[in-house]
């Protein structure tokens, strides 16, 4: 028996999701279809909102529903410390840890050549804009500590040194190759607490 079309669709779209092959998208999708109606409903409505409302914030680049997310306008962040991290799962690790009051700056991404990622895909030319603004004075790198966290530290941190920031690296209290998404907030809150000057 043929599968319907919009059937086949629905798992061709699943799979862009991450680690998800043929087997897993088919399985997914009959699980809706079979299993969970309301939940599929739920998933598409979602995923419908969430698209049509959510932006990056103009400050910290990460997601939000308004133009300065809640973070960035919050009077209680030290304004005067800027972290960069690859992701949004970063930041919110970052928070989770609590080791943390300042701002933040969200690459969406890292340097990878190879893959044809360069400056312009993880907006440093708006990261310079931010961190030169005025209210910056010390930028903190917390990359992940794999190839391409460490040459964006290192590229992001001359850019920045070169206009007179004050740059520093979180410690390597992380494994190497390890991304901040995965280690336990004890070690991440160290890590910042060690920083180092770069
Ligand atoms: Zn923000």
Same mark, same amino acid.
């Given at each position: 028996?043929?599968?319907? =079309?919009?059937?086949?669709?629905l798992?061709?779209?699943?799979?862009?999701?991450?680690?998800?092959?043929?087997? !897993? /998208?088919?399985?997914? /999708?009959y699980?809706?279809?079979?299993?969970?109606?309301?939940?599929?409903?739920?998933?598409?409505?979602?995923?419908?909102?969430?698209?049509? +409302?959510?932006?990056?914030?103009?400050?910290?680049?990460?997601?939000s529903?308004? =133009?300065?997310?809640?973070?960035?306008? =919050?009077?209680?962040?030290d304004?005067?410390?800027?972290?960069?991290?690859?992701?949004?799962? %970063? *930041?919110?690790?970052?928070?989770?840890?609590?080791? &943390?009051?300042?701002? &933040?700056?969200?690459?969406?991404?890292? @340097?990878?050549?190879?893959?044809?990622?360069?400056?312009? %895909?993880?907006? *440093?030319?708006?990261?310079? +804009?931010?961190?030169? %603004?005025?209210?910056?004075?010390?930028?903190?790198?917390?990359?992940?500590?794999?190839?391409?966290?460490?040459?964006? /530290?290192?590229?992001?941190?001359? *850019? @920045?040194?070169?206009?007179?920031? +004050?740059? =520093?690296?979180? /410690?390597?209290?992380?494994?190497?190759?390890?991304? *901040?998404?995965?280690? %336990? !907030?004890?070690?991440?809150?160290?890590?910042?607490?060690?920083?180092?000057?770069?």
């Amino acid at each position: 028996m043929k599968t319907p =079309s919009s059937l086949e669709e629905l798992i061709a779209a699943l799979r862009c999701l991450p680690g998800v092959g043929p087997r !897993s /998208a088919q399985r997914m /999708a009959y699980h809706l279809l079979q299993r969970d109606r309301p939940g599929a409903e739920r998933l598409g409505a979602a995923l419908t909102r969430v698209l049509a +409302k959510t932006r990056h914030c103009e400050k910290c680049n990460s997601f939000s529903e308004e =133009s300065v997310c809640e973070l960035c306008r =919050s009077p209680r962040r030290d304004a005067s410390v800027l972290c960069v991290v690859e992701s949004p799962g %970063d *930041l919110l690790m970052m928070e989770q840890a609590q080791c &943390y009051q300042g701002l &933040y700056f969200v690459l969406m991404g890292a @340097l990878s050549p190879l893959d044809g990622v360069g400056p312009r %895909d993880i907006h *440093l030319d708006r990261l310079v +804009k931010r961190a030169t %603004d005025g209210s910056v004075k010390e930028v903190i790198l917390a990359t992940n500590f794999t190839v391409e966290g460490e040459a964006t /530290a290192h590229y992001v941190g001359e *850019l @920045l040194r070169s206009r007179g920031l +004050k740059v =520093s690296r979180i /410690a390597r209290g992380l494994p190497v190759g390890g991304e *901040l998404e995965h280690v %336990d !907030s004890g070690t991440l809150a160290q890590a910042v607490v060690e920083r180092r000057e770069v």
